[in-house]
DNA sequence: ACCCCTGTTCGGCG
DNA sequence: CCGCCGAACAGGGG
């Protein structure tokens, strides 16, 4: 599921645990979503001492603890965060829960293909700190937008949008959504749009990802009626704004879907 | 059985 | 060295 607005609605569901302590952990070591990380220090290191605050930065999410403890999270393809109970039994795929006196958070990833990461020192870990806007701050400017579309202008505009460090948070479906407002083609190399089509693809970023925020990251609910996303997957689905039948490709690696009489 | 997947990383290639 | 692309990762669902 998550793209940005996904993400922001995970990262709160663990804000009920905020002032309250770890008081006993469970988690599989080896497991995928571990790479990399020692799972031994985040043990050691997290029973015992409380979460303070989280932040979310595009689709990863940091948790604060106490004495210097700070937890990376990201969902990848299928990760979940949610609350059960202090009873709680992980199932399967639970592959990190952290226990508190009343509570459970609870992280879960099928797929794995999401990740765990630990630090603990008085600086935020070097893996959090990045100067890269958030696309629905004031801080994602038109210039920072022109330079990165320049730097990689020999991409199709679809794979441009999908890379971090210049669309933080914009996944797959947003991608489709943002061309779509835009009226421009997927699949065109971003060295050849046009300065109107820019400015277009600039104003549908920040619109999509704020309307995005503003609606789903409360309760996860659907986007309005009239996005693309509620036609993208169905065969046949259609434009919502002329009713075109959606085409569909392969574009930046990933299943596009646009409509051939309104993007070109 | 076979093909799909709202993500990231890495190796190969130009 | 830079940047682009396809494959791989692991598992569930249609």
Same mark, same amino acid.
């Given at each position: ?13 663990? *804000? ?37 605050? +989280? ?83 004031? +801080? ?16 199709p505009i679809k ?8 669309? +933080? ?6 991608a489709d959504e943002i061309l779509w407002r835009a009226k421009v083609l997927p699949s065109k ?39 693309l996303?509620?036609e993208r997957?169905?065969?046949?689905g259609?434009c919502?704004? *002329?009713?075109t039948v959606l085409r569909r490709a392969?574009i930046?690696?990933?299943t596009t879907a646009w409509c051939p009489r309104c993007q070109r």
């Amino acid at each position: 599921m998550p793209e940005l607005a996904e993400v922001e609605y995970f990262r709160r569901q663990w *804000d009920i645990g905020i002032g309250h302590r770890v008081l006993k952990m469970s988690l599989h070591p080896r497991k995928h979503l571990f790479r990399g990380t020692d799972t031994a220090a985040l043990r050691r290191s997290l029973i015992g001492v409380r979460l303070l605050r +989280s932040e979310a930065r595009g689709k990863r999410m940091l948790f604060f603890f106490s004495d210097d403890n700070w937890l990376g999270l990201h969902l990848g393809m299928t990760g979940k965060l949610r609350v059960e109970s202090a009873n709680f039994r992980p199932a399967k795929h639970d592959h990190l829960v952290l226990y508190q006196r009343d509570r459970a958070l609870v992280f879960t990833d099928s797929r794995q293909f999401g990740r765990v990461q630990f630090h603990h020192g008085k600086d935020e870990p070097v893996w959090w700190n990045s100067a890269i806007p958030e696309i629905a701050s004031a +801080s994602f400017r038109r210039a920072f937008f022109e330079a990165f579309l320049n730097r990689h202008g020999k991409a199709p505009i679809k794979a441009v949008l999908l890379m971090q460090p210049g669309f +933080s948070g914009i996944g797959n479906w947003m991608a489709d959504e943002i061309l779509w407002r835009a009226k421009v083609l997927p699949s065109k190399i971003t060295r050849s749009l046009s300065p109107k089509e820019r400015a277009a693809v600039f104003r549908a970023t920040r619109f999509v990802a704020r309307e995005s925020l503003r609606l789903m990251a409360p309760d996860l609910s659907d986007p309005p009626k009239n996005w693309l996303i509620h036609e993208r997957w169905r065969s046949g689905g259609k434009c919502p704004r *002329d009713d075109t039948v959606l085409r569909r490709a392969r574009i930046g690696g990933r299943t596009t879907a646009w409509c051939p009489r309104c993007q070109r």
